[in-house]
């Protein structure tokens, strides 16, 4: 089971590490023992990134133990040919959004981002196991102008997830930046099963009478979900909730 710690260590190691770019680490630094010591016994990796470059700086040594992939030789095409199929689009949604925040930060020469989502990810036993992935990013005038993003990896097989529901984040709370609980976990959508099969396939261009039919329902009850829909997504029209379930990646 995992043993919960303080992700204050992380901006520590930041604050250590930034002025030189995150490139002059140094392995024996009690920081480094105690980040790869937590991340170890937790099932955990993490990286630091340089979006706009699109350069890995720093990768933990843990990742061997859980990808089967030395953290001296990781590129982003690993995680392409690791993922659960089923899970390809979302991988490329997640990304789309992290380059897309980064332009938004560094043109405005400030600021940070947190975004946080769950995705399949064949192991180094060659089994898909589930993997929280946590994406803080941040702007730096040093030591060169730039948006790095420290990214921390958690598998979190342990966690079950109601059918159809993802675990998704996307803002700058910060206080959201921490090892993962139940609570942080399900964060997600908080549509029933029916109601997001309903959404399903209102996006695929069915009509009310076409959703009751293929369900068996009565006409009354799906609009009933239609209304309860809108009611918990606090959204006026279901179009605006698919455009939304789509950019996050759960639809």
Request: proline content about 4%; overall charge negative.
């Amino acid at each position: 089971m995992p043993n919960p710690y303080s992700y204050s260590i992380f901006f520590d190691f930041i604050e250590s590490y930034l002025p030189s770019g995150f490139l002059k680490i140094n392995p024996d630094d009690p920081i480094m023992l105690k980040l790869e010591k937590l991340t170890g016994e937790n099932d955990q990796y993490f990286q630091v990134f340089d979006v706009g470059q699109m350069r890995f700086l720093y990768t933990s040594k843990n990742i061997f133990n859980m990808l089967g992939v030395k953290a001296e030789d990781i590129n982003p095409g690993h995680y392409t040919l690791l993922i659960h199929p089923d899970d390809e689009e979302r991988l490329g949604q997640a990304r789309a959004r992290i380059y897309k925040m980064e332009k938004e930060i560094f043109t405005a020469q400030k600021g940070s981002a947190l975004t946080s989502y769950n995705l399949r990810i064949r192991n180094v036993a060659g089994n898909y196991v589930n993997l929280f992935v946590q994406d803080y990013m941040f702007y730096s005038p040093i030591p060169h102008k730039a948006v790095f993003l420290i990214q921390v990896v958690t598998n979190i097989n342990w966690f079950k997830f109601r059918k159809n529901s993802f675990h998704h984040y996307v803002g700058s709370n910060l206080s959201l930046f921490k090892f993962p609980d139940d609570d942080l976990l399900h964060i997600s959508h908080n549509l029933s099963d029916r109601e997001f099969e309903i959404v399903k396939l209102i996006e695929s261009g069915l009509g009310s009478k076409e959703i009751a039919d293929k369900l068996f329902l009565s006409i009354h009850t799906v609009n009933t979900h239609r209304s309860n829909i809108l009611e918990k997504s606090g959204k006026t029209q279901i179009s605006d909730l698919i455009y939304e379930l789509k950019e996050i990646g759960l639809l």
